[in-house]
């Protein structure tokens, strides 16, 4: 089955403590992004990656990390997380850059409680 | 500066009747559009997208209308059902772009 695979689903962490959410697609997809979503402000994007060592800012950089080593495999990090990333995140993947004229795949989120 | 404004929060409307979702865009530049529907814990999913150079699309009883004068879309879903309630998100990009950009969502609810 074709799937974006998030982990942890559920977190709650205290501030500073390092963390990292996982995300693994199996459909070989190049492109992959992470987007957080919040009340009233939508999905927004914080990073993407258009192939296998390659990554850049999205629209919400600040306080994340991440990499690409694997074509399957793109993890979040927050080195030091702080209540404002207190938020609902989601991975996705594509063929296309950005979605292009194609869909976007999600992961069904990882909600992340910073303490 | 939200580039896709989904003006509505919440809509409901009842089982049979039609659902018009509204998405307004800034950025003269987007040239391919989308919608997403999203259920509680899940991710969400692609419903339908239109190409700039048509003003409709349609597929089963979901169309998007299109138009780039007044830089709106549409959503019309036909007739409504319960299974349609979620939350739609609207989504706009280049053609060539690093990423999509998405509107705030409204939540549909269907009443029987």
């Known amino acids: 089955e074709a799937q974006v695979t998030q982990n942890p689903r559920y977190l709650i962490t205290v501030t500073g403590k390092k963390l990292t959410v996982t995300c693994s697609q199996n459909?070989?997809?190049?492109?992959m992004s992470w987007y957080r979503q919040d009340p009233g402000l939508g999905l927004r994007q914080i990073y993407y990656s258009m192939n296998v060592e390659v990554t850049d800012k999205g629209d919400v950089p600040e306080g994340y990390k991440v990499s690409r080593k694997e074509k399957r495999n793109f993890p979040l990090i927050l080195e030091s997380p702080s209540p404002n990333q207190t938020s609902l995140y989601f991975c996705a993947s594509s063929l296309t850059p950005g979605g292009g004229t194609g869909e976007l795949f999600f992961g069904e989120g990882s909600r992340l409680t910073v303490l | 500066d939200q580039q896709v404004k989904q003006n509505s929060p919440s809509l409901s409307v009842q089982e049979g009747r039609i659902s018009i979702l509204n998405c307004d865009y800034t950025?003269?530049?987007?040239?391919?559009f989308l919608w997403y529907k999203k259920y509680p814990a899940e991710g969400p999913t692609f419903l339908i997208s239109?190409?700039?150079?048509?003003d409709k699309n349609e597929d089963g009883r979901f169309t998007v209308f299109l138009n780039k004068s007044a830089k709106h879309l549409s959503l019309h879903i036909v007739p409504s059902q319960p299974g349609d309630s979620a939350v739609y998100f609207c989504a706009a990009n280049t053609g060539t772009a690093s990423k999509l950009t998405f509107g705030t969502g409204t939540r549909l609810q269907v009443t029987l």
């Open positions: 950025n003269s530049m987007f040239d391919y």
């Open positions: 459909m070989n997809h190049e492109y």
């Open positions: 239109i190409s700039s150079i048509k």
